[in-house]
């Protein structure tokens, strides 16, 4: 125990949906100026911790207190009067409306119905002051701000309503790297007044930086716990998916063969270095580099979705000056996007269309969809990628981050590809399904498909590639077999822009 207080307290708290516990028995607590991750697989317990922590669940058993007094919030507004606020992953921001505005919104009103404005914004201009964003003035409308500003808004708004514990539910999923950095300076500033944080993500790597303390929920229970600074990633992931970190990368026996998709001298507007490679039929080719250094610009040219400027694409042997992405899906390439809401699902629609509105060919006749055959696709799909759904026609946007994806793959995999693009496939998912993400790839290169994928995660890239290229500021410096490079060779080659062709396994 350290000399803090202990602000939080949860007992045995237990929640069950029908037939289905939920939560189990857990435990947990936090303290003033510190935060605690909380860690899982989607489906783990996490999302319904935070609910009932907020007031939207009540427990069916357990008990809460908050700074030594009972807890037991009926609403989100009620915990929110208590002193705990909730940052969603999807911020809950009006754009059109002005940061100040957006503050106020659901401030307590006077004893005339009337908010003290002059008041209020005193206490908004010393708050934004306080977190100190270049971006933020109350004037501005939120629709100007980028995504990392307007989570400081989201974070103004809690600290103007004096709450002491803040959640934060998958914080930097839509952040760069400046924008992650930033908050965690912000982090630290509301440790040094006292604030809790409770830190919910599944990028452990940034979990490590920020915590003090973490607690591992699985299958609604809790699997471990204990103090960051003592636990190695390896530790958490193996307390995460309850077995050994060696079972992550499932090895999958593949031989690459022949050139099946390669590019001379490719230039796009936004990729103006030349690039020239190929990916065998059963490869799997990882993409490494910074973030802005290349990669996403170099798929998005082979594919199509930039135009090409200069160079060609050799597909089975044929050589293209221009490519389309009609065309490229009609030779037999298949693109995942970073950005899978944005470009990559259909969220507002169900499971069924998602899976099968961009290549109808085998449910159509006559010009009539067959949609029986469409429900039966969609359910093969559903059950073959373990996609947690109540129904295929269960719309895409009620699903987790990890089984969106695992739409937009078997999307990918419904078009009966034979190369697939992947841009960071296993972004902001749990463990698990990375997993399940990476046996997928291998038994694409088992059955002689190509795999061209980028990762910012080096474990990842070493451990499902058969060989890796290299960017730095838009030029592919280096590829070669994976077993060639390490984790710190292959982040020095990314950062600098060198490598050492005698000594691969540096470090």
Request: glycine content about 10%; overall charge neutral; hydrophobic content about 40%.
């Amino acid at each position: 125990m350290t000399g803090k207080n202990q602000l939080l307290e949860l007992s045995s708290i237990s929640k069950r949906f029908g037939h289905n516990l939920v939560l189990n028995n857990v435990d947990f607590d936090l303290r003033e100026g510190e935060v605690e991750a909380i860690l899982g697989e989607n489906g783990a317990g996490k999302s319904t911790l935070i609910k009932i922590l907020s007031g939207a669940y009540q427990p069916d058993g357990g008990v809460m207190k908050l700074a030594g007094e009972a807890y037991c919030p009926s609403s989100p507004v009620d915990g929110l009067h208590q002193g705990l606020a909730v940052i969603y992953q999807e911020l809950n921001l009006a754009p059109h409306l002005t940061v100040e505005e957006n503050i106020m919104l659901g401030q307590e009103v006077n004893r005339f119905g009337l908010i003290n404005k002059k008041k209020n914004l005193e206490k908004i201009r010393e708050v934004l002051n306080f977190l100190h964003h270049p971006e933020i003035s109350p004037e501005v409308r939120v629709s100007q701000l980028s995504a990392g500003a307007r989570q400081v808004v989201e974070i103004a708004r809690a600290l103007v309503r004096r709450s002491r514990i803040l959640i934060m539910d998958e914080p930097t999923s839509s952040l760069s790297g400046e924008d992650t950095s930033y908050l965690f300076e912000i982090i630290k500033k509301l440790k040094s007044q006292g604030t809790a944080v409770i830190y919910v993500s599944h990028f452990l790597e940034e979990v490590r930086q920020v915590a003090d303390r973490f607690v591992v929920l699985r299958d609604g229970q809790v699997a471990g716990r204990g103090k960051m600074s003592e636990t190695s990633i390896d530790q958490l992931i193996e307390m995460i998916i309850g077995q050994r970190l060696n079972e992550l990368y499932p090895q999958i026996p593949h031989q690459p063969g022949q050139n099946l998709l390669g590019c001379t001298g490719l230039k796009s507007r936004k990729m103006t270095q030349p690039v020239s490679l190929e990916v065998r039929e059963g490869e799997i080719l990882g993409v490494a580099g910074l973030v802005g250094a290349g990669r996403t610009e170099f798929l998005r040219a082979l594919f199509g979705l930039d135009r090409v400027e200069g160079g060609l694409v050799v597909f089975k042997g044929q050589s293209f000056r221009q490519v389309h992405p009609e065309s490229s899906i009609n030779r037999g390439l298949g693109f995942l996007s970073e950005d899978r809401q944005s470009e990559g699902l259909a969220l507002r629609m169900s499971l069924t269309d998602n899976l099968t509105l961009s290549y109808l060919r085998p449910y159509s006749s006559h010009g009539l969809i067959n949609g029986r055959k469409q429900k039966q696709a969609a359910s093969s799909w559903v059950e073959k990628l373990s996609i947690r759904t109540q129904s295929p026609e269960e719309k895409v946007w009620t699903l987790s981050g990890g089984n969106q994806q695992k739409v937009a793959l078997a999307r990918l995999l419904h078009q009966e590809a034979s190369v697939f693009l992947m841009d960071e496939p296993t972004r902001g998912i749990d463990v698990k399904s990375k997993s399940q993400i990476y046996e997928i790839m291998g038994r694409l290169a088992a059955g002689k498909k190509a795999v061209i994928f980028v990762s910012s995660y080096l474990p990842e890239l070493l451990g499902v590639s058969d060989r890796l290229a290299v960017f730095h500021r838009g030029q592919l410096i280096a590829i070669r077999p994976a077993a060639d490079w390490t984790e710190t060779s292959l982040m020095k080659a990314a950062v600098t822009g060198k490598t050492d062709e005698d000594n691969g396994k540096e470090g």
